[in-house]
């Protein structure tokens, strides 16, 4: 037996997410299928965590157990011409059996991009938010210092989520403008579904000032998903990379 | 009568190019349509030139004469929701009724996107020609040199063009490497169908070997579209800007 470890980039935009399920298209069950096809075997792939529709990854890191003697490093190869274009392994290797993408993850990397210019425009459309106000950085920068560290992130979490503990720690939050694009890159232990989203969409609303950067504290402390702000569009957020220890 | 001058960006991924044709979807006929929604009139709208299916634009510039007392520079707002979203107005305005986009153009910028991995990227293949074998950028870069300034381009014209003149003038060719992306920038007077493409495809085979970059100027010399190097594919290409004198 083998286990087999994948870095794969996708655009989700025609996507119902990276989790399996009856009557959309995943992109989970589309990398199944072509390692179906390249391994003659049913697998399961575990993945380091879902993305929900028309969120992008550039390092999604999965997982899978097969009996298959292809070597671990051709599956890069092997899976490209079995799978769509809009979703790529970028690396594959074999590891220790007891390798799982989920559970091993240590730190997780996510980028957010908003467009900031007044009209939308044709080729950002699918990898950034459109947002035409005036958006105060600074603001958000300050903002963002109150939610680094070890907390219980309740408040930013999707409405019905079930979960053990909402406590997360967030290592980085970086803001940069770059004329009219702004990037967000968070970086954190683990992420509650939505978070990063409502994150950036709380920011937002600190940068026009519809939130005080001062009652950020006790917005986390509250608890209550309506305290902030709402959850940013899938088609900005883009899961950079998932960290493992060596 | 009011001569409406607009400035449009669009994703050519799922058009057939910009110009109007039979049982084809359009990037110029999505405009038209629109605006005559906006206007209740028929307009012929003139394009500085045609781009092909795939190709993307940043700037191109187009033309309407209309009769409609709609200001100039709010097109780019009433288009907005008549357009579909890869096809966006980032300017209008009214200008001079002699105005023509195609004939009062003085000079173009094309940009030209090589990614050069070796695997695909999901999130570059519909912005990207994707080339996994070694680049010589020095190479590429003395071997352009030659094409700079005035010449009979008619070896990098797509094949049966009808054309008065194949003599046209570059200004300038930049190239650059990011990491793994190529940035082709060439700016030229006007130019000859596929003739970006054709100057990709040819100092990339210099790139790779294929040519030699002194046997270039005997290659312009021929007029033989044999002598030159492939047709680059068109999703690498995008129309950046079009300028006019002021």
């Known amino acids: 037996m083998k286990n087999i470890k994948l870095t794969i980039e996708y655009e989700g935009t025609n996507y119902s997410g990276w ?3 009856e009557n959309a298209i995943t992109i989970q069950e ?3 299928e072509a390692i179906e096809k390249a391994t003659k075997e049913k697998v399961k792939l575990i993945g380091s965590g879902r993305t929900d529709g028309k ?3 550039l390092g999604q890191v999965a997982n899978f157990l097969t009996s298959s ?3 671990g490093e051709k599956y890069k190869y092997a899976l490209k011409f079995l799978l769509p274009e809009d979703i790529t392994i970028i690396e594959s290797e074999e590891v220790d059996l007891k390798f799982h993408s989920r559970f091993d993850a240590i730190k997780k990397r996510y980028k957010y991009i908003v467009y900031n210019g007044e009209l939308p425009r044709a080729i950002y459309r699918n990898f950034s938010y459109h947002v035409p106000y005036d958006i105060d950085i600074d603001e958000m920068f300050h903002a963002s210092k109150y939610l680094i560290g070890t907390h219980d992130f309740a408040t930013f979490m999707a409405a019905n989520s079930d979960v053990n503990s909402t406590i997360r ?3 980085n939050i ?3 403008r770059n004329k009219d694009l702004i990037e967000f890159n968070i970086e954190g232990n683990s992420f509650l579904r939505n978070m990063v989203r409502i994150i950036v969409g709380t920011l937002l609303y600190v940068g026009y000032g519809k939130i005080k950067k001062q009652d950020i504290p006790k917005i986390i402390l509250d608890r209550r998903r309506e305290g902030a702000g709402p959850t940013a569009p899938p088609q900005g957020l883009f899961l950079e990379k998932v960290f493992y220890n060596p």
């Open 30 to 32: 589309k990398i199944e």
């Open 55 to 57: 969120v992008h990854a």
């Open 169 to 171: 720690t967030i290592y």
């Open 69 to 71: 003697n292809i070597p």
């Open 174 to 176: 970086s803001i940069e």
């Open 19 to 21: 989790q399996k399920q």
